[in-house]
């Protein structure tokens, strides 16, 4: 069975309704990146950035997933998929996609400021004062600017081993995501972008460009894969 790698970002889920700051010159969700997004605004205001993510928690309830979530999930009836997402939320596991992958974390889990390995689902709202296991407060178990990514040495690895790899909903511009592209050395590479950067070098034998949003050029593609 052949391998299909899945690299998504922030544009496959605007088309659902959550928005990414990157289209709204730093802000998300109205907030300075650096008072939500980083250990340093944890640290100067937990309060505030814990009400964010309650916040974010909560929109997530509210949307759903859409046409390119469900197909990505349907390619897996011919494919073995992995889904590589920069995305914090589970619209790629309720599309039906089985193997997915966050590198930035996700908004549906927390973990304990103690020991990061401990990690628990988390639905609701979380409050100051809400523990782990070693009397530790809990956090968004999100990757904020500045922290490493855990999962950034295992995605290459898939990367590495795709026949096909599908880029969709990001421009691949911020390290360190942008350098798995550089391990697709052998895979046919889909670039699914209504308005297309790269900052990489494709081999253009490889390499085909479908400038449409993402579930437009998820619709075109999926048809082209199933000829």
């Known amino acids: 069975m052949k391998r299909i790698v899945i690299l998504s970002g922030a544009g496959i889920s605007a088309e659902s309704g959550i928005r990414t700051f990157r289209d709204s010159d730093g802000l998300w969700e109205g907030h300075d990146v650096m008072e939500v997004a980083t250990p340093e605004g944890w640290i100067k205001n937990t309060e505030l950035v814990l009400d964010f993510y309650n916040q974010r928690r909560a929109q997530l309830k509210a949307v759903e997933p859409n046409k390119a979530h469900e197909l990505i999930g349907a390619l ?18 309720r599309g039906g996609s089985d193997n997915v992958y966050h590198l930035h974390g996700e908004l549906n889990k927390v973990r304990s400021t103690k020991d990061e ?30 922290e490493a990514v855990p999962l950034l040495e295992f995605a290459a690895k898939l990367v590495s081993q795709a026949d096909i790899v599908i880029i969709i909903g990001t421009s691949l511009q911020v390290y360190p995501a942008a350098g798995l592209i550089q391990y697709a050395r052998n895979a046919n590479i889909y670039y699914i972008d209504p308005h297309p950067k790269t900052n990489y070098e494709l081999d253009q034998s490889n390499y085909t460009l479908i400038p449409e949003t993402a579930t437009i050029g998820m619709e075109k593609l999926y048809l082209e894969l199933f000829k």
């Not at 988390?122 to 500045?146: A, K, M, T």
């Open 117 to 146: 390995s401990i990690v628990l689902k988390w639905e609701n709202d979380l409050y100051l004062g809400d523990l782990c296991s070693l009397g530790s407060q809990l956090r968004p178990h999100i990757v904020w600017f500045g």
């Open 76 to 93: 897996q009836s011919h494919y073995h998929v992995d889904v590589i997402t920069q995305n914090v939320d589970n619209l790629h596991e």
